[in-house]
């Protein structure tokens, strides 16, 4: 990659590299709650109960990057802060898809100032510095998507195996990658014919295509397909129904991504003027089948830096940096003219663009993600320290506050599509499968300042429920100025249906029949000076009353009477 670089393609690197970390510094340090669902299984991983989200319970795939969770568990088993080393990872990653775009982009047009406009662009892009360093596999996806397109560029003739390797590894970090394995397979075909290589080197190369591919592919699948007794993630069944509101959401808020429709439209534009087209189109097809998937499966809506279109603007822009190249290449000046206003034209809107959003990325990025020290993650603390063993958190949110809460905590996410639970995602959201599991804590999200006023149906519902009257807050933190979460634990006062054992716990075992008289007495003393016996006070709470004829172990070392002989 850096065999005979120039001074220029050096210059350009280190000044798209610098423009990145400036556009990083705002953002460096925020964590968005979806990746610590991620971190929640690496944490059960480590403590041995396997990838899974709640130990104790049977496995569900509820992420959709392996890889990501992989690495993560390697740096909790090393005992490494895993947040900060995630992020770091994240912006590694970020740095390195750049450098590789940048390749990408003058293997394709031939010329050094091709990567200028995807180096300027992406590097001072709020979006792409926001979502390197926020803890997700985004950046980590973009790279390898990039790398194994640019290895597959050559098909058949060269690194068949090797690119069959990298769009494994790409498919270990997002499972969208094996569409884009298919989809290069073709493309190698459809080359092969045109250029009329031979057969024999047209099915050698499919065959160390495949082998690249399957070697790593083919066993995580089966072990994913045994282990989760499921061909698909869970997430696939979770959103499956949710096409029709996602679509719309997702093109809605698309346009606020403005970098993408420039790369897009440079992109188109430069395919229409040239004429060799075989790796262009190639590309081209690879960035909109990403996007395509961003806007129809992932639930990107609510998110200031629309993540998954990080691999799709890189590639377009690979693409659309050939703008640059028409003007050099062309031996008139009525040919020269157009390409350099394109040229302004895209290296001006890609500025503006990206500028432009930054405030607002930052402030919305500030209500949406958290940093280090949050005041969430003390609530989680707390939970850790005084959940017991097999108790139950219900919560919507089921990334910082589960992580933080530790694994021997079971969580049940009660999001409308659910991705840590197999029968919410596939049966719908049911209100008693969910009271059912008896939780000992919920965890309940407002968005109007201090007061309780839930804005998700899910929670409303749980919140005017009979039985929720049983529980009792506990503490309110606050996520940012307008986004609080309440704890509510059940209170065993005022469960009138619980077992007498569990009463016992509470409030002490009944006493011994030989020191029943001695109750007696005080219970007529009590009556008599106005107040409620010990039993009287405990069938006030509990509504359960005391067998007569019960014997339990004695306490303070007092022995029971013997039964009488006959």
Known sequence: MFRGRTTTDWALTLAAIGLMLLAVRPFYGLTVDDALISFRYAQNWVEGCGPVYSCGEAPVEGYTNFLWVAIAAGFIRLGVAVIPAMQLLGLL?????????????????????AGLALGLGL?????????SVIALETSAAALSIVSATLLSLELPRRRPF??????AISYLIRPEAMLFAL???IYALLASLVRRDGWRLVLLGALRYSLGFLSVAGPYFLWRALYYKSLFPNTYYAKKGALKTLVPQNLELLWRHPIFWVALGAAAVFVLLWRRKGKILYVMLVGLTSAMISLSVHNNWWMPGHRLYMSAALLFLAVGGGVVTLGARAHYWAWRAPG????????????VSTWRNQPSVSTEAEQHYARENHPAERMGSYLRKHAKKGDWLIIRDAGFIPFFAGPKLKVLDIHDHSLNDRRIARQGWSLNYILSRKPRFIVLASYNGRTLQLAHLSERRIHTHPDFKLYRQLMRVAWNGTRHYFLYERNPLKASSLPARKMNAIMGPPLPPHLRARQLSKTGRAKRAGRLSRSKRRERFTGVKRRAHRLTPSRKGVKPRAKPKH
């Open 162 to 167: 090797t690119a069959g390797l990298a769009w």
């Open 93 to 113: 990653c970020s740095m390195a898809a750049l450098l590789v775009g940048l390749r990408l982009a003058k293997v394709l047009h031939g010329e050094r100032l």
């Open 340 to 351: 350099l206003v394109l040229t302004t034209a895209l290296l001006g809107a890609l500025f």
């Open 183 to 185: 989809l290069t397979g």
């Open 123 to 131: 590097a001072a892009s709020p979006f792409w510095a926001l979502n």
